[in-house]
């Protein structure tokens, strides 16, 4: 009897890791910042941004997605509206690593299987850990690397679009905003002790980056079972 619920909880567990759709693919676009330094605009790519992205979808509303993205954050004073950070004239740049998992939602039902067009919005929302470089301004105003790196933690939320282009690829476009727990991307607050006196700027706000692209998503798997969800 024991070999028998060992051979069934086998067979249950195989079938429903068949009875999914999965996707892999890419993402290509611009990212900018929004914190201390450089301009404050919401939407405006500065500096290429590219990665790859896995989504594991769990019913025709809902998919569990990770993604992992690389690109420079990069801002300019000159740039800014605000006439004193371009009298003050700061810019800074940094390579980050950004690891994303959680939860997409789409507005209307988006079952891969059926034939034909389809597309829909979409929502996304986890948690995300960007590793960047960490640097600081000199009281005369120089960008300086403190030759270390950190773990920024933040919450990314995604607004797009997606559509069924061909049998097993789907395309997407989305703006997505990162919001961090961390003010030390921007170099406005260093992350040695040591250096605190030359921290600067808004500590009340933290840092935010922008994705701004597309993606292209291969689908494969066998067709799900969606009645438990």
Same mark, same amino acid.
């Given at each position: 009897?024991?070999?028998?619920?060992?051979?069934?909880?086998?067979?249950?567990?195989?079938?429903?890791?068949?009875a999914q759709i999965y996707e892999v693919g890419v993402?290509?676009?611009?990212?900018?910042?929004?914190?201390?330094?450089?301009?404050?605009?919401?939407?405006?790519?500065?500096?290429?941004?590219?990665?790859?992205?896995?989504?594991?979808?769990?019913?025709?509303?809902?998919?569990?997605?990770?993604?992992?993205?690389?690109? =420079? *954050?990069? !801002?300019?004073?000159?740039? %800014?509206? /605000?006439?004193?950070?371009?009298?003050? $004239?700061?810019?800074? &740049? #940094?390579?980050?690593?950004?690891?994303?998992?959680?939860?997409?939602?789409?507005?209307?039902?988006?079952?891969?299987?059926?034939?034909?067009?389809?597309?829909?919005?979409?929502?996304?929302?986890?948690?995300?850990?960007?590793?960047?470089?960490?640097?600081?301004?000199?009281?005369?105003?120089?960008?300086?690397?403190?030759?270390?790196?950190?773990?920024?933690?933040?919450?990314?939320?995604?607004?797009?679009?997606?559509?069924?282009?061909?049998?097993?690829?789907?395309?997407?476009?989305?703006?997505?905003?990162?919001?961090?727990?961390?003010? =030390? *991307?921007? !170099?406005?607050?260093?992350? %040695?002790? /040591?250096?605190?006196?030359?921290?600067? $700027?808004?500590?009340? &706000? #933290?840092?935010?980056?922008?994705?701004?692209?597309?993606?292209?998503?291969?689908?494969?798997?066998?067709?799900?079972?969606?009645?438990?969800?």
């Open positions: 009897m024991r070999y028998f619920f060992l051979m069934l909880l086998s067979t249950f567990i195989i079938n429903k890791a068949e993402f290509a676009g611009g990212s900018n910042f929004i914190g201390d330094v450089g301009a404050t605009d919401y939407i405006s790519p500065n500096q290429p941004a590219f990665g790859a992205i896995v989504k594991w979808n769990r019913s025709p509303r809902h998919s569990f997605r990770a993604s992992v993205i690389f690109t =420079e *954050l990069k !801002g300019l004073d000159v740039k %800014s509206d /605000d006439p004193r950070r371009k009298e003050r $004239g700061y810019e800074f &740049n #940094t390579s980050i690593i950004e690891i994303s998992a959680g939860m997409e939602f789409t507005f209307l039902d988006f079952d891969l299987h059926k034939s034909g067009l389809k597309g829909t919005p979409y929502l996304y929302s986890g948690i995300s850990l960007a590793n960047h470089d960490n640097n600081y301004f000199t009281s005369a105003g120089q960008f300086t690397s403190e030759n270390t790196r950190s773990w920024a933690v933040g919450i990314p939320m995604a607004l797009g679009y997606k559509a069924k282009i061909s049998h097993h690829f789907v395309l997407g476009a989305e703006i997505g905003a990162r919001y961090t727990f961390s003010d =030390e *991307l921007d !170099g406005s607050v260093p992350d %040695s002790v /040591d250096l605190e006196t030359l921290s600067f $700027g808004n500590t009340n &706000n #933290t840092d935010w980056y922008m994705f701004t692209g597309i993606t292209l998503t291969y689908t494969f798997g066998r067709r799900p079972c969606y009645c438990n969800f």
